[in-house]
């Protein structure tokens, strides 16, 4: 059976939002290896293409906006349309924080405040290992249509949530305990923070994915 318009132009946009995810894993990717090394390198060159990742995003709103307005879909394909526009904005978003967590990385590297560093690096790999596993995982529910798989997504930010309230009660406890020197755990509580916002941003991802091709919200954390 021929594909109708709006089929067509749902797909083409389906592939531009893997693009943008893919994008996104990479940088979470990038981060990863940028905190393991203290590569600066790395850093600055996450910070360049976070530039590419905000284009497409908006191009996607975009086009997004002009099927809604020429094919003005209803029900479960309104609903798809929508979806697309709301996971632009997301992994925008979702990236928008490696470009925080390389300019920490950057400081950390810079101010020698590597004791707080060796401290927590773990359990911050450890969290982003989690974020991309999300995101990998999400994607892939969306293309297959496939409910467990974003279910499964959604599941692993409980798992960031126990590692950053850990960490940050820790981070706490030892700027309340330090001599004023708190730039290495300010930072560490930094990137915690943004860690465990991008799993936060990949559940609303997986929420939305859910409702477009359910029509049921979900709450999933």
Same mark, same amino acid.
């Given at each position: ?36 090394? #203290?590569?600066?390198? !790395?850093? &600055?060159? *996450? ?5 590419? $990742?905000?284009? %497409?995003? =908006? +191009? ?63 359990? #911050?790999?450890?969290? !982003?290992? &989690?974020? *991309? ?5 999400? $994607?892939?529910? %969306?293309? =297959? +249509? ?63 994915? #859910? ?11």
């Amino acid at each position: 059976m021929k594909k109708t318009r709006l089929e067509t132009d749902y797909e083409v946009l389906l592939q531009e939002v893997n693009q943008l995810s893919q994008l996104t894993i990479q940088a979470y990717e990038q981060t990863l290896l940028a905190l393991k090394t #203290l590569d600066l390198e !790395i850093a &600055l060159t *996450i910070l360049k293409k976070d530039q590419k $990742i905000d284009n %497409l995003s =908006e +191009e996607i709103v975009e086009e997004a906006t002009i099927v809604i307005i020429r094919q003005q879909p209803v029900a479960s394909d309104l609903r798809k349309i929508l979806m697309i526009m709301r996971l632009a904005t997301e992994y925008e978003r979702i990236a928008d924080y490696t470009k925080n967590l390389a300019e920490y990385i950057i400081l950390i590297k810079q101010k020698e405040s590597l004791e707080h560093y060796e401290k927590n690096v773990d359990k #911050l790999v450890y969290m !982003i290992e &989690l974020v *991309i596993k999300m995101l990998t995982l999400v $994607i892939e529910g %969306l293309k =297959e +249509e496939n409910k467990t798989k974003v279910k499964e997504a959604a599941d692993l930010d409980k798992k960031v949530d126990e590692v950053y309230n850990e960490l940050m009660a820790s981070l706490i406890t030892h700027i309340q305990v330090v001599d004023g020197k708190v730039f290495g755990t300010a930072y560490a509580i930094l990137i915690n923070k943004y860690i465990e916002r991008a799993g936060d941003h990949v559940t609303n991802i997986a929420e939305e994915v #859910l409702y477009a091709l359910k029509g049921h919200r979900y709450h999933l954390n």
